[in-house]
């Protein structure tokens, strides 16, 4: 298994910016696919982007590519979120997920969850 925390989220204005980290313990963590989801006040959870285990490929949802940059660094067990030009809409709770095996969009795939970053993008 692989536990999987997020940090870095915060309040910032319009057009600012925040990195956000999922550090991973557990099993051995380039192994696995990592992706970032985000889930809105009564809306369902939805994907950001995903990394493949050696960081070679990185793929985005369409409401996030160019402002949003997926990285990892598997020397040091952690997965990043630079997140650019934010804008309200992108206010959310953003989680880190795991699996093994290649990329995939829908949340059902991931098999493991951070709790949580709160991102609140105000106007």
């Known amino acids: 298994q692989v536990q999987l925390v997020e940090s870095g989220g915060g309040l910032v204005q319009a057009g600012g910016s925040l990195r956000l980290s999922c550090a991973a313990s557990g099993r051995t963590f380039s192994s696995y696919t990592m992706g970032w989801f985000r889930q809105a006040p009564g809306k369902e959870r939805e994907f950001v982007g995903a990394?493949?285990?050696?960081?070679?490929?990185?793929y985005y949802a369409d409401s996030v590519k160019g402002r949003f940059t997926i990285s990892r660094d598997n020397a040091k067990n952690t997965m990043y979120l630079q997140m650019n030009s934010l804008k309200p809409e992108d206010t959310a709770v953003y989680y880190c997920?795991?699996?093994?095996?290649?990329?995939?969009?829908?949340?059902?795939?991931?098999?493991?969850w951070g709790q949580g970053t709160q991102v609140t993008v105000s106007s």
């Open positions: 990394i493949s285990w050696s960081g070679g490929s990185t």
């Open positions: 997920a795991a699996r093994s095996g290649g990329v995939k969009w829908g949340p059902l795939a991931y098999d493991y």
